[in-house]
């Protein structure tokens, strides 16, 4: 219901309408797609600021709508989280980027992990165990494979439930990133008990460090306090050669953005692997 002012409510407006019903049809259609095979994976490339070599892929989903052409995830994620739809997508998404990096596994090509991005819904309502076990032994890829990116935020809407979950994944030695990092609440103390393996500095954050002594600050934090407690640090969304300078001189260990790379179909990407040079 929307507020009109003192004592109004209104309940039917028809921009409300008009929206519940697009909702409502994007949920559908949404089911039929999951259905039909009209989701598939982009990837794209994280690069080690080292040595420049390709060290793992973060994979992105996309809807290949009949009509609409590429949606992106942003459109119909939200969505899914909130019919609870998203726990079948996530299975979709687990199945399909094991079966992928069997691939290129066998191919010779794989990077030391491919992520997936794991909805908050999926780990305090779903068997995300389950799914993950599943999709490691029908593909036989090994666990250490597979990284899993999770949003500070998702940690906190059930604590118990997603701490136990979390803590099963990393016992069966999937990675753990932590996606986002510095935009939800988590606590320090959180992060310590997480035992996760790596912290995704935020995109908002990255954009805008090299002019925003702000933004530079909380970049040079973030990777401070990662180190500090033994983790990777990834910043994302790295677009110039100017935030790459100012990353390597603050030690962080890996870049992804448009620079190295956009997220890509799976055979694109696998062109990308093969003619891969590091600087
Ligand atoms: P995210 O996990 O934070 O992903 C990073 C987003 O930044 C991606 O948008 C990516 O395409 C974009 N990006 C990467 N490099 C750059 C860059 O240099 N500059 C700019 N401006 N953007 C960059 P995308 O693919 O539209 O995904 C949006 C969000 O949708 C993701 O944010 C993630 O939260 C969610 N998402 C994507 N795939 C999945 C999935 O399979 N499952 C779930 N649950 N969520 C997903
Ligand atoms: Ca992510
Ligand atoms: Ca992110
Ligand atoms: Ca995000």
Request: proline share 4%.
């Amino acid at each position: 219901a929307k507020a009109q002012g003192k004592g109004t409510v209104c309940f039917f407006s028809p921009e409300l309408t008009r929206r519940a019903k697009h909702r409502l049809m994007l949920d559908a259609e949404l089911r039929a797609a999951l259905e039909g095979n009209e989701l598939l994976l982009y990837y794209q490339p994280q690069i080690d600021l080292v040595n420049g070599r390709i060290v793992g892929l973060e994979s992105l989903v996309r809807w290949q709508h009949p009509e609409r052409g590429i949606v992106p995830p942003g459109e119909f994620i939200p969505l899914a989280e909130e019919s609870g739809l998203v726990v079948r997508l996530g299975d979709w998404v687990l199945r399909e980027a094991c079966r992928q990096i069997k691939q290129w596994s066998e191919a010779g090509l794989t990077p030391r992990q491919t992520a997936v991005n794991v909805s908050a819904v999926q780990l305090s309502r779903g068997r995300l165990i389950d799914s993950v076990k599943a999709a490691l032994s029908e593909t036989g890829i090994r666990p250490e494979q597979l990284e899993l990116e999770i949003t500070e935020s998702c940690v906190l809407t059930d604590r118990d439930q997603s701490f136990k979950a979390l803590a099963d994944l990393r016992a069966l030695g999937v990675r753990l990133s932590i996606d986002d990092f510095g935009t939800g609440y988590c606590s320090l103390s959180y992060l310590q008990q997480l035992e996760v393996h790596k912290l995704k500095v935020d995109i908002s954050f990255v954009r805008g460090m090299t002019t925003n002594n702000g933004k530079a600050s909380i970049v040079r934090a973030i990777i401070a306090l990662g180190h500090s407690l033994g983790l990777e640090v990834i910043a994302e969304g790295v677009e110039d050669e100017d935030q790459v300078h100012y990353l390597r001189s603050l030690k962080c260990d890996v870049i992804q953005g448009y620079l190295i790379g956009r997220p890509m179909p799976a055979d694109e990407m696998t062109r990308f692997l093969a003619s891969f040079d590091p600087p």
